[in-house]
């Protein structure tokens, strides 16, 4: 009966054997690639966790939020504040703080949005992402308006002092300590959020996407579990955005702007929303688009916007869910 | 002892008596159909008891327990449970990821988010002998869309009984299915609601059926209990014959005219 019942789980050995040739490649990568390409796929690395974060309500729970920018904003502002007011430069302050900030907002802000499902939940996380957007503008006294708040690499340390980038030329050795750090959270991560998802709690997540009604039905307290979803959501996309500032060196209130929850939700489309892979190829491949966009035209949104009907019309299900699809045909002949 | 008890029960859609002064009792471990012709106020009945509707007036007593206003998640926890008219399943999630979810949801384990289902071998063990009590081990791995209408009519049945609820509603588990199909069915779930001691209300539009399965009959019209009995009193009664089959006389339920 237990090898039966193990057969309707993920198999863990095809899983290993796809991640374990993944993660060399990664680790490896620096010493083959330059600097510009590792940070790239730093900045792809955290956009992921934002949409593995954000593809738990989307993909698991069948809500589409349009504000996410505001939890990747919380965390990237949160983290500048600490460096700019109180001078903190410990990575790991940065995180635990920006997490405290992010956990708190989304759950206030899920515990309006839940009450509500469809466009009307998508136009609450949208209208509450604006009001945080308009704060960052407004309060320019404390948030830099739009100058934004500058977080230097040079101040930052990595775990709990052990690694720091003072002096001259430093900044190469930063890209490559801050590309491990963010592989590493972003292994974490990934995990975790694979046992989220396979999770009795996971489960009811997805039955609740399927048939509210029964699972309701079933006794599963719907609105409780949903915001558990957000709260789980927004805090990942919380991270996401500590661990862009550093990186990214300026945080500014474009990062809470609507334009950046399409981005996360182009992004999820992108790779597949309904696979658990899906934001993560998504969210790489969309950084490096939208950099070779940019770098290529002026016209640049255009470009996207061509990817994006193409990917509406002919990939609906997305990278990842058209190559499984395919690979799905392959095995059965 | 009386297991459920509605008093004076009423659901009124404006000027539509959808249930109207309905006042019945339930006992322990008994099978009852319900029927009556279409828009008489079964499904309503059934529905507003589950509390998928509110009363507009009444009480309803669940073991001695006033639930007129309690939750679906409050009397689901009680020991309600229910199966749908229109098949109401999680299409994307697979026949056996069903049943766990209920048995999870039963045993307070699905608000656990760091732990893997499928380890939970307890769980799984479990959900393949419901599957198996309702012949669907073979379709375990299949995603409850793909299942045919009368392996998904199971499926929906298999997910209340997963609840070990004390009072479980059936409605029409054998509608759009072939005949062929309707009788094994049905003899799947008697064996088991029987098998199991569970009090079961059924609604049902063939009268084959319900005549051989129910320990009592409930007849409604209009939203209210028109009569009730025994399966023999109820096929000799010449006015719930001629309201279910417009026809009356001794033999009028096995007459094929």
């Avoid at chain 1, 490896?28 to 600097?35: M, S």
Wanted: hydrophobic share 50%; with cysteine.
């Amino acid at each position: 009966m237990q090898n039966d019942a193990s057969r309707t789980g993920p198999s863990m050995l095809l899983i290993l054997a796809c991640v374990i040739p993944i993660l060399v490649v990664l680790v490896a990568l620096p010493k083959f690639v330059d600097t510009y390409q590792i940070q790239l796929l730093t900045y792809g690395l955290i956009y992921a966790i934002a949409g593995l974060g954000f593809n738990l309500l989307l993909g698991y729970t069948g809500l589409l939020s349009f504000g996410h920018s505001a939890y990747f904003g919380l965390g990237a502002y949160s983290a500048a504040f600490m460096a700019k007011y109180f001078g903190v430069g410990s990575m790991e302050i940065y995180i635990l703080g920006g997490l405290l900030i992010t956990g708190l907002v989304s759950a206030a802000f899920g515990y309006i949005c839940v009450r509500h499902t469809r466009i009307f939940f998508g136009i609450l996380t949208l209208a509450l992402s604006q009001v945080l957007w308009t704060l960052a503008y407004k309060f320019f006294w404390v948030t830099g308006g739009t100058d934004g708040l500058r977080v230097p690499f040079a101040n930052l340390t990595l775990l709990g002092g052990l690694i720091d980038f003072k002096g001259r030329d430093t900044y190469q050795a930063f890209t490559q300590s801050y590309y491990y750090y963010v592989l590493f959270l972003f292994c974490i991560c990934t995990v975790f959020m694979w046992v989220i998802v396979h999770s009795p709690f996971g489960k009811a997540l997805q039955a609740i996407r399927d048939n509210e009604t029964r699972a309701q039905f079933l006794g599963v307290r719907i609105r409780h579990y949903r915001w558990f979803a957000f709260l789980l959501s927004g805090s990942f996309t919380g991270l996401a955005g500590i661990l862009w500032v550093p990186l990214n060196g300026l945080v500014t209130p474009d990062i809470l702007y609507w334009p950046f929850s399409g981005e996360i939700v182009f992004m999820t489309v992108l790779g597949g929303f309904r696979t658990f892979t899906g934001p993560i190829v998504g969210a790489v491949v969309f950084n490096y688009l939208k950099v070779y966009a940019v770098a290529s035209t002026a016209y640049w949104q255009l470009l996207l916007g061509v990817v994006l009907v193409v990917l509406v019309l002919a990939l609906p299900t997305g990278i990842v869910g058209t190559l499984s699809r395919l690979f799905g045909k392959f095995r059965k002949r | 002892m009386n297991l459920l008890e509605t008093i004076n029960l009423k659901k009124y859609f404006g000027e539509t008596h959808a249930v109207d002064n309905v006042s019945l009792t339930i006992a322990e471990r008994e099978f009852v159909s319900l029927v009556g012709p279409n828009g008489a106020g079964k499904t309503t009945l059934v529905n507003v008891v589950s509390a998928l509707f509110r009363s507009d007036s009444g009480k309803i007593l669940f073991k001695g327990d006033d639930i007129t206003h309690t939750s679906v998640t409050e009397r689901v926890k009680a020991g309600i449970a229910r199966s749908f008219q229109i098949v109401n399943l999680f299409d994307d999630l697979t026949a056996f990821d069903n049943v766990t979810l209920a048995i999870f949801s039963r045993q307070g384990k699905t608000g656990n988010p760091a732990t893997l289902a499928h380890l939970d071998h307890e769980v799984s063990a479990e959900a393949d002998a419901v599957l198996a009590q309702f012949n669907l081990t073979s379709k375990r791995k299949e995603h409850a869309r793909d299942l045919a209408q009368g392996e998904r009519k199971l499926l929906d049945v298999a997910l209340a009984y997963a609840l070990k609820p004390k009072l479980l509603f059936l409605d029409e588990p054998t509608s759009g299915v072939s005949t062929r199909d309707k009788g094994q069915i049905m003899d799947t779930i008697a064996s088991v609601v029987r098998g199991e001691g569970i009090t079961a209300v059924i609604i049902e539009h063939d009268m084959d059926v319900v005549f051989k399965y129910s320990d009592r009959i409930v007849v409604m019209q209009q939203g209210a209990i028109l009569a009730q009995g025994t399966p023999d009193a109820i096929r000799n009664n010449d006015q719930v014959a001629m309201i279910l089959l417009g026809t009356s006389g001794p033999d009028a339920f096995t007459r094929k005219d």
